[in-house]
């Protein structure tokens, strides 16, 4: 395990070592943890925009999709409990 030095201002640090004490856990074990949820959170983020540009360059290269009207009546079937049939997609229009 390495060791990273940081400077935190006073007000920070205290405001991390309330909040342990309140979670029950060392000033140490907390700061772990939000750095680790911070970078989880982080590595979601790349995640959904790697996934979201994916899909996007798939659309490109096919030219085609489901317009919004069509699939979000398709969505408000699904909420409502309902069994639409799912939308086609199709050629967008140039």
Not at 19 to 26: L, M, V
């Amino acid at each position: 395990m390495s060791t990273t030095t940081i400077r935190l201002p006073d007000d920070l640090k205290a405001r991390i070592a309330t909040a342990a004490e309140r979670a029950g856990t060392s000033t140490h074990g907390f700061i772990l943890e939000a750095i680790a949820e911070k970078a989880e959170q982080e590595e979601r983020r790349a995640d959904f925009h790697d996934t979201a540009d994916r899909r996007y360059a798939e659309i490109v290269a096919s030219g085609r999709a489901i317009p919004w009207s069509e699939m979000r009546r398709y969505l408000e079937g699904r909420i409502a409990g309902k069994k639409p049939a799912r939308p086609k997609a199709r050629k967008l229009a140039r």
